[in-house]
């Protein structure tokens, strides 16, 4: 996991979400569909906080646990800047997979939002799916984030150049067998694992969880930045109303494999 702490060491994954507000919107606007009203909640593979700060804002008491040394810092300074200290339970540097500070059915809800995007190794998506499972109350709401395999098969089509070593098709072919992805250039995503959409509700259940949605988070990353300029020249009201359109249309099945991330949402059984 080196590699994936490397990157994000680097990474501005705050950023990120402020500059691909769609995932960030949509995800939210499920969190908040389906989350209990208050409760203890446990944002893990957390990053910079993120959504813990939004969830902070809403009154939740928060756990917070990332892999990264760095991002679990940032969090806890973000949450001083923004007045939300006393809601914060704890900060943790945590691998998904182990969360032994962390008591048996004690969250009424929790985020995995990232873990799963860097779980390579059937046993160790297996692990972290049975620690999420065993910290969560029952009857809890969970949301697991996932990368479609699909989408990342097009995208290594569409340009090779960018996702490396997937720019032949022996590499591309052997990735859609495997998921598997290592990037070739020193610094780029990497360490990662995308899914058959296919196998995701099957997993979950087989670990625990009723399936109630899976949706894709960002769908509308297929409209080119010109697209956008296009749209938001148009006025507000046209970006708000493509904004509900791509909400609305988030679980809709047939739009999963274009979206690069998805979000299920299940409850503890």
Not at 175 to 203: M, Q, V, W
Not at 231 to 238: D, L, P, S, T
Request: proline share 4%; net charge negative.
């Amino acid at each position: 996991m080196q590699s994936v702490i490397n990157y994000y060491n680097r990474f501005d994954e705050w950023g990120r979400l402020d500059r691909e507000p769609i995932e960030f919107q949509v995800n939210w606007h499920y969190i908040k569909k389906y989350l209990p009203n208050t409760g203890h909640l446990l944002d893990n593979g957390a990053g910079p906080g993120k959504y813990s700060m939004e969830l902070a804002k809403e009154g939740y008491k928060v756990t917070l646990t990332d892999l990264t040394p760095r991002l679990v810092e940032i969090a806890k300074a973000k949450a001083v800047e923004l007045n939300l200290g006393e809601q914060f339970e704890g900060f943790y540097t945590a691998d998904a997979t182990d969360l032994n500070m962390l008591p048996d059915g004690h969250f009424d809800g929790a985020l995995m939002l990232g873990p799963m995007y860097h779980l390579q190794e059937e046993k160790d998506r297996a692990k972290a799916l049975e620690e999420l499972n065993r910290v969560t109350k029952t009857d809890g709401i969970v949301f697991v984030a996932f990368m479609p395999r699909m989408k990342h098969i097009f995208a290594s089509l569409m340009s090779p150049g960018n996702w490396m070593p997937n720019d032949n098709m022996d590499a591309i072919l052997q990735f859609s067998k495997t998921g598997c992805f290592n990037h070739a250039d020193e610094g780029r995503f990497t360490g990662a694992y995308y899914f058959n959409i296919e196998d995701i509700n099957p997993l979950m259940e087989a670990h625990g969880f009723e399936n109630i949605e899976l949706l894709g988070s960002n769908v509308g990353a297929i409209l080119s930045n010109d697209l956008w300029t296009y749209w938001r020249e148009k006025g507000e009201k046209e970006v708000e109303a493509i904004m509900n359109l791509i909400k609305e249309k988030a679980a809709d099945p047939s739009i999963l494999g274009v979206s690069s991330h998805l979000l299920y949402i299940g409850r503890k059984r």
